[in-house]
């Protein structure tokens, strides 16, 4: 795969299968992707372009190729289940791409002009003493690592691959972290000349995308991460755990946690029945270095701040995966999870992927639960 976070690109037909009951339809599966079509359409060995769950389609494309009634709203292929049976992507005929795009993995969502949906990313200008104030973000506050979805990359894994499964949260992306300063201050450099090595670091919080705030620029007045934050005692914990852990000489960029914030409000019609927020951490980065599992382990039980549920952790197996994924529930209802992270003990991020339940997908389009992250 050219892009393995792509949403349209060439790939080969592996399976036809025959649906029960359907005289008229089949699956047809790419890579790790199921599709439904009309019987007779594909055979193992075609060569087809798969749009995925989430892939924007332009209407003439979809006019064309006749499908547009079947995209749910904003153009965007959907999941649904016939027969029992889940279709999970678009297959578009190879015809629409030129000879010279038609080969396995070939991204193309720039040349039939597909586009992933992302929510929008609201920007908010911080206000002090009652005027704005333009924010400058820290290069070192690395943003999340996005891995793919596992159905973009189905050999991902192997019985020899020692993994483990942690739940998926449906909420938003949250990280914190002890932030070596993008610049400093003349009142730094004295304080740094008088020994206090620390103030070269700031503690720094944001969303998946930005920046909400840092000890030298303020943050804002109101938003969920400085909540949590708040909540937690974050800032302080994350300063005293990093203090005592590393040497302000020798930490080059800084010390992120990553999480999820989740719960009431957070996103629509999806609470896990909890009337607060509440956060979960998945990874830590140290110096640009995302951590093995256990040391992941160690530094939140030192933060004494909640990981996301821990599934599974041994060799990797598609049953032991499929356990976590298909008909899980928040307890005490039938809302289904959202699905797992699938991802090796080592921390090494080309060995990480989601996998998204299909009744997840099939029931937030039904409920209007908000959109994946």
């Known amino acids: 795969m050219e892009n393995l976070n ?132 820290n290069p070192n506050f690395h943003v999340y690592y996005k891995f793919p979805n596992q159905k973009n990359v189905p050999g991902m894994f192997n019985e020899e691959d020692e993994i483990v499964i942690t739940r998926k949260l449906h909420g938003t992306n949250a990280r914190y972290g002890i932030i070596r300063k993008k610049k400093l201050s003349l009142w730094d450099r004295i304080k740094m000349f008088f020994g206090n090595q620390w103030t070269a670091f700031e503690f720094v919080l944001g969303s998946h995308n930005v920046e909400k705030g840092s000890d030298s620029q303020g943050f804002y007045d109101t938003n969920v991460w400085e909540e949590i934050s708040n909540k937690y005692n974050i800032r302080q914990k994350l300063w005293d755990h990093v203090k005592d852990t590393y040497e302000s000489e020798t930490l080059e960029t800084g010390f992120i946690i990553y999480g999820e914030i989740y719960g009431a409000g957070i996103q629509k019609n999806y609470e896990y029945g909890l009337k607060d927020i509440k956060f979960a951490g998945f990874d830590v980065e140290v110096d640009g270095v995302y951590q093995p599992y256990i040391n992941e382990t160690v530094h939140f039980d030192c933060l004494d701040l909640p990981q996301v549920d821990l599934l599974y952790q041994g060799n990797w197996a598609k049953e032991e995966q499929d356990k976590y994924v298909f008909n899980n529930f928040i307890d005490g209802t039938k809302v289904p999870h959202e699905g797992v992270v699938v991802k090796s003990v080592t921390g090494d991020r080309r060995k990480v992927s989601k996998v998204i339940n299909p009744d997840y997908s099939i029931a937030s389009e039904k409920h209007n639960y908000g959109d994946s992250h």
């Open 6 to 137: 792509s949403v349209c690109y060439v790939g080969s037909v592996t399976e036809v299968k025959v649906i029960e009951g359907a005289d008229n339809i089949e699956l047809v599966v790419v890579g790790g992707w199921n599709a439904i079509t009309k019987k007779g359409e594909y055979r193992i060995g075609s060569l087809v372009v798969v749009a995925t769950t989430d892939a924007i389609i332009p209407q003439k494309l979809s006019d064309g190729i006749g499908v547009t009634n079947y995209l749910r709203k904003g153009q965007r292929v959907r999941t649904v289940k016939l027969r029992g049976v889940y279709s999970e992507c678009l297959i578009i005929p190879i015809s629409n791409v030129p000879n010279s795009y038609r080969y396995d993995g070939c991204d193309c969502m720039e040349l039939l002009g597909i586009n992933k949906y992302e929510p929008p990313v609201k920007t908010i200008t911080l206000q002090s003493g009652g005027r704005k104030v333009k924010y400058h973000q």
